[in-house]
């Protein structure tokens, strides 16, 4: 597994436009690009939303200590397995953590957080 950063960003609606004009005309020229992982917010509200207090709680503990599944990580957290299961599988969704579904007897799915650290940009 390689370690990465992710990172995160606070971008106008204008910013996100200009960037994707300028990764347009790189490939029209044919001109090698560059990958870009991320994920953009218009404004910290938006942002603070999504990474709220428990769900950065939840991806230091799944870094830190590998929960086999989402219940066992409720009972890390000591928070209710519903509430834990839907933070989850919103994250996942905004591609904040991985999800590995295993058949050892029951089946589980076993959160994954593949990266080190969470950068975070602003345009001023």
Do not use: C
Not at 59 to 85: C, G, M, Q, W
Not at 99 to 113: A, S
């Amino acid at each position: 597994m390689k370690v990465k950063n992710i990172k995160i960003a606070v971008k106008s609606e204008d910013e996100l436009f200009q960037e994707v004009k300028n990764v347009w005309g790189k490939a029209e020229k044919g001109e090698k690009l560059k990958k870009h992982e991320g994920l953009y917010f218009e404004n910290l509200e938006a942002m603070r939303k999504v990474l709220t207090e428990n769900r950065l709680t939840m991806l230091k503990v799944i870094r830190k200590e590998h929960p086999a599944s989402i219940y066992e990580l409720a009972k890390l957290l000591k928070r209710d397995a519903k509430n834990t299961f839907d933070d989850i599988h919103f994250l996942a969704e905004v591609g904040l953590i991985e999800l590995k579904k295993t058949k050892e007897g029951r089946e589980r799915t076993t959160p994954i957080v593949n990266y080190e650290k969470i950068l975070l940009e602003i345009s001023v």
